[in-house]
T-cell receptor
Framework: DTEVTQTPKHLVMGMTNKKSLKCEQH?????MYWYKQKAKKPPELMFV???????INESVPSRFSPECPNSSLLNLHLHALQPEDSALYLC??????????FGPGTRLTVL | GEDVEQSLFLSVREGDSSVINCTYT??????LYWYKQEPGAGLQLLTY?????DMKQDQRLTVLLNKKDKHLSLRIADTQTGDSAIYFC??????????FGTGTRLQVFP
C-alpha cells in the first residue's frame, strides 16, 4: 500500500454540525499533515503530527481539532464551522526523509 | 510574510518545452520542490532539488536553482496534453514545514 487515502471525498455540512475527516497511510511514515486549500490558492499548513505527537499548529481556530490515534491514522474533527471554511482539505505523510506525499483531499462545503 | 511567487499562467503547444518559474523567500531552505495538481485532485510530488545543487534532471523534467537570486525553475521537455495542470513550487524553511508558491496554471494545446 503506497498511497495516502482520505475519506470522505466530498462533505456538505451545516454550521451546527459535527463531522470528521479521516486520513490513512500504511507506509510507516513518521509524520502526517493537514493542509487547507481554498480555490485558486496554494495549500496552507494547518497541523503536523510527528511520531503521533502534535508538533506544529499554525494558529488554527479551535473549531478544527486534529487527532492522531495511531501512526497510520489522522483525523480532523470539525465543529461549528463557518461558510468561509469551505475548501479542499488535504492530508499528507512523510517518511524519515523530507518528501511529503499527498492524499486526494476532501472537498468540504459549509452551508 | 512574503509570498513565494510564480507567474499565474503559461500556455504552450504540444511538443514544445515549458518553463515555469518561481521566486522563493527563505535562503535557508534546504530543499525546494515542484508539485503538480490536476483539477479536483491532491498534489503529486514531481521532483525536488537540494539547496547545494544547481541543476537536477529527471527524465523530461529539469530543475534549475539560482540560490543567489532565490530563483527556481522547472523545464518540461516535449510537453504533452497530460501535463496540463497547476504547478506549485515549495520551499522548506523548517523541518516539516512547506511553503507553497502561488501556483502556475499550465495549458497545453495541440
Amino acid at each position: 500500500d503506497t498511497e495516502v487515502t482520505q475519506t470522505p471525498k466530498h462533505l456538505v455540512m451545516g454550521m451546527t454540525n459535527k463531522k470528521s475527516l479521516k486520513c490513512e497511510q500504511h507506509m510507516g511514515h513518521r509524520a502526517m499533515y493537514w493542509y487547507k486549500q481554498k480555490a485558486k490558492k496554494p495549500p496552507e499548513l494547518m497541523f503536523v503530527y510527528s511520531y503521533e505527537k502534535l508538533s506544529i499548529n499554525e494558529s488554527v481556530p479551535s473549531r478544527f481539532s486534529p487527532e492522531c490515534p495511531n501512526s497510520s491514522l489522522l483525523n480532523l474533527h470539525l465543529h461549528a464551522l463557518q461558510p468561509e471554511d469551505s475548501a479542499l482539505y488535504l492530508c499528507a505523510s512523510s517518511p524519515e526523509t523530507h518528501e511529503q506525499f499527498f492524499g486526494p483531499g476532501t472537498r468540504l462545503t459549509v452551508l | 510574510g512574503e509570498d513565494v511567487e510564480q507567474s499565474l499562467f503559461l500556455s504552450v503547444r504540444e511538443g514544445d518545452s515549458s518553463v515555469i518559474n518561481c521566486t522563493y523567500t527563505d535562503s535557508s531552505s534546504t530543499y525546494l520542490y515542484w508539485y503538480k495538481q490536476e483539477p479536483g485532485a491532491g498534489l503529486q510530488l514531481l521532483t525536488y532539488i537540494f539547496s547545494n545543487m544547481d541543476m537536477k534532471q529527471d527524465q523530461r523534467l529539469t530543475v534549475l536553482l539560482n540560490k543567489k537570486d532565490k530563483h527556481l525553475s522547472l523545464r518540461i521537455a516535449d510537453t504533452q496534453t497530460g501535463d496540463s495542470a497547476i504547478y506549485f513550487c515549495a520551499e522548506r524553511p523548517d523541518t516539516d514545514k512547506l511553503i507553497f508558491g502561488t501556483g502556475t496554471r499550465l495549458q497545453v494545446f495541440p
